[in-house]
């Protein structure tokens, strides 16, 4: 990524009040260290928004501690890093093996270390309490055809006895990367809107959006270059712009602050009731947000794809028990309103968004296919409207794409 393209990237996740990149780092090289500096020189130039490493040690293996150490050092001075309680923060991803060089890292660059330990879970977390100030969660997707609940947070937050728990929240997750032998999904659908509803419920001390930019795993929200897609993912990530899953980012994460009581939050890369109505003064614009897959689970090839990833033990689903044919549409409004999802020439779905504020729904494609138009409805007048692409069984090559297209209109109005 250029400056420039690092500037642009910040100021949209400052528009949808993200504070924050967390930036995985890996492998050790030159690469690398070109990318990091031209991340904290943008984040520097633009201010007002805060970076963090997290150093991975799946990608590359163990970091060799004095390059930690190094890396720390050298950017924890910059005025964007981001710092918890007068300390600069630190993160891993996995790096378990390397548990032991730690009291040696923290000694020497004074890190508050909160590390992204979930192959140890909850129970094992608790064996490294010499080392740890905190633990963010990986596990952000339900297992098989359930929705995600707060079983698993519960627990780390439980198992962390008042040390600070980074919560995970993540929009999707499709990935077909046969060099790398990765070919599952697990359930999106819902996640987007009721992960964040649990977020405002629990209130953790941090959130950590995954992810910003991985299109391999098509869990991204921010811009899509095309330089940045891994090898054999275009085929499901070109033209799948997942932007406007930070349209309503602003209020989902002021609600949780504002609840929270604090603005020293960060997000990355920062099931509940059908509605929430902001508990503090609002001016917005009143929209929909929407996202689904264009093909039907059965209107072509899975591609191999498997729902659930067998590899970590999980019991191998059909992909379309797990990620259901159906329309997600969530709408911001200023006053109880009519919604309806017209599927091609069929007759619209009417739904009722009962309270000021975001109201979230699913409408399924019962064999319906054709161009999706959404309507916030009042007082018999279209208030907002938008429409996605066609639904349909004409799939490119045959094979069903499980990536979700995602979309949003908007129109002014002010409470």
């Known amino acids: 990524m250029t400056p420039e393209q690092w500037e642009s990237d910040i100021t949209e996740a400052q528009k949808a009040h993200i504070d924050g990149f967390a930036l995985n780092v890996g492998p050790q090289d030159s690469y690398t260290d070109d990318v990091v500096h031209k991340a904290f020189a943008a984040a520097e130039k633009l201010g007002n928004f805060s970076l963090f490493l997290s150093f991975d040690y799946g990608t590359g293996g163990p970091w060799p501690v004095d390059r930690v150490i190094n890396?720390?050092?050298?950017?924890?001075?910059?005025?964007?890093?981001?710092?918890?309680h007068g300390k600069p923060?630190?993160?891993?991803?996995?790096?378990?093996?390397?548990?032991?060089?730690?009291?040696r890292i923290k000694d020497a660059t004074g890190c508050v270390f909160i590390p992204t330990w979930t192959s140890l879970g909850p129970s094992g977390i608790t064996n490294t309490f010499h080392v740890v100030d905190g633990a963010f969660s990986w596990d952000a997707w339900p297992v098989g055809a359930d929705d995600k609940d707060t079983t698993s947070d519960e627990a780390w937050v439980k198992a962390l006895a008042g040390r600070p728990y980074m919560m995970p929240v993540s929009?999707?997750?499709?990935?077909?990367?046969?060099?790398?032998?990765?070919?599952?999904?697990?359930?999106?659908?819902?996640?987007?809107h009721y992960r964040w509803q649990q977020i405002m419920e629990m209130q953790p001390a941090f959130v950590q959006i995954i992810s910003w930019n991985d299109y391999g795993e098509t869990h991204y929200i921010g811009p899509i270059y095309e330089p940045g897609i891994p090898e054999g993912a275009a085929h499901y990530v070109s033209n799948h712009s997942h932007d406007a899953w930070r349209e309503l980012l602003p209020h989902y994460i002021d609600v949780y602050k504002t609840r929270n009581g604090?603005?020293?939050?960060?997000?990355?890369?920062?099931a509940g009731t059908n509605a929430y109505s902001p508990k503090y003064p609002v001016s917005y614009e009143e929209k929909i947000s929407y996202w689904y897959r264009t093909n039907p689970s059965t209107s072509g090839s899975?591609?191999?794809?498997?729902?659930?990833?067998?590899?970590?033990?999980?019991?191998?689903?059909?992909?379309?028990?797990?990620?259901?044919?159906?329309?997600?549409?969530?709408?911001?409004?200023?006053?109880?309103?009519?919604?309806?999802?017209?599927?091609?020439d069929?007759?619209?779905?009417?739904?009722?968004?009962?309270?000021?504020?975001?109201?979230?729904?699913?409408?399924?494609?019962?064999?319906?296919?054709?161009?999706?138009?959404?309507?916030?409805?009042?007082?018999?007048?279209?208030?907002?409207?938008?429409?996605?692409?066609?639904?349909?069984?004409?799939?490119?090559?045959?094979?069903?794409?499980?990536?979700?297209?995602?979309?949003?209109?908007?129109?002014?109005?002010?409470?």
């Open 71 to 84: 890396m720390v050092n050298q950017y924890k001075c910059s005025s964007a890093h981001f710092y918890y």
């Open 89 to 103: 923060l630190v993160s891993t991803f996995e790096g378990t093996q390397s548990v032991d060089d730690w009291p």
């Open 171 to 192: 929009p999707w997750f499709y990935t077909n990367l046969p060099q790398r032998q990765k070919n599952w999904l697990w359930r999106g659908d819902d996640l987007w």
């Open 262 to 270: 604090t603005n020293a939050t960060t997000t990355h890369r920062m």
């Open 302 to 344: 899975s591609s191999g794809t498997t729902g659930n990833n067998p590899a970590m033990g999980q019991k191998e689903l059909n992909p379309g028990q797990v990620s259901q044919d159906r329309v997600f549409v969530t709408v911001l409004v200023t006053a109880p309103s009519g919604v309806q999802v017209q599927i091609g």
């Open 346 to 415: 069929h007759a619209p779905t009417v739904l009722r968004a009962c309270t000021a504020g975001i109201n979230h729904f699913s409408i399924p494609f019962n064999g319906q296919t054709g161009p999706v138009k959404m309507a916030i409805m009042r007082d018999g007048h279209e208030i907002v409207t938008t429409t996605g692409p066609a639904i349909t069984d004409q799939c490119v090559d045959g094979k069903v794409n499980w990536n979700a297209v995602v979309g949003s209109s908007n129109g002014t109005h002010t409470a």
